[in-house]
């Protein structure tokens, strides 16, 4: 409405820098001159692919050690607690742990899928030279990606017993603290 462009991402952003009138301004006014103003771009692409990174490669480490680990541990938990009650009243309704079993297990299942591209997508990513291509894919390929990992982690948060959560939950980041 008044005109201003509405960008959404640093990546998006970091080329109004090399504009011309932007090289013509910062050049006038003495503050950086098309030189410094390139390096400034590539530091930023670099910033932002080195944090993006990081923060996949985070996720990784946590789907792989924490979060798949416990939601293993959880279905067996809830496997061995419907056998039991098989095994002690055979006509005893055990409609509630078999729907949680199936439940948790389809969403390990794409859990796992999730990391298995996600770790794809982060070789990929490392093969980049061009660092504007690169900061591109990682906001174009990786974030979707890891977004895609964090969907049905957050949904076995809300099923997953509290005891059995390897991490704080988003209640209690919200409400303890």
């Given at each position: 409405r008044r005109g201003l462009p509405n960008v959404k991402t640093m990546v998006d952003a970091v080329p109004a820098l090399l504009k011309e009138h932007s090289i013509e301004i910062f050049n006038k006014l003495g503050v950086l001159t098309a030189t410094e103003l390139h390096s400034h771009v590539e530091i930023h692409y670099e910033t932002y692919c080195?944090?993006?990174n990081i923060e996949a490669k985070t996720m990784i480490?946590?789907?792989t050690k924490k979060y798949i680990p416990a939601v293993i541990a959880y279905v067996k938990t809830?496997?061995?607690s419907?056998?039991?009650v098989r095994?002690?009243?055979p006509e005893a309704v055990v409609t509630v742990q078999s729907e949680l079993l199936t439940k948790a297990s389809k969403?390990?299942?794409n859990t796992h899928k999730a990391l298995t591209n996600l770790q794809k997508i982060i070789q990929q990513a490392?093969?980049?030279?061009?660092i504007k291509k690169k900061a591109e894919f990682f906001k174009d390929v990786v974030l979707p990606a890891m977004k895609e990992l964090r969907t049905p982690?957050?949904?076995l948060e809300v099923i997953v017993d509290k005891k059995a959560w390897p991490v704080p939950t988003y209640g209690d980041l919200l409400f303890r603290v």
């Open positions: 080195k944090v993006v480490d946590m789907a809830l496997a061995d419907i056998n039991a095994q002690a009243v969403l390990l299942a490392e093969e980049i030279e061009d982690i957050d949904a």
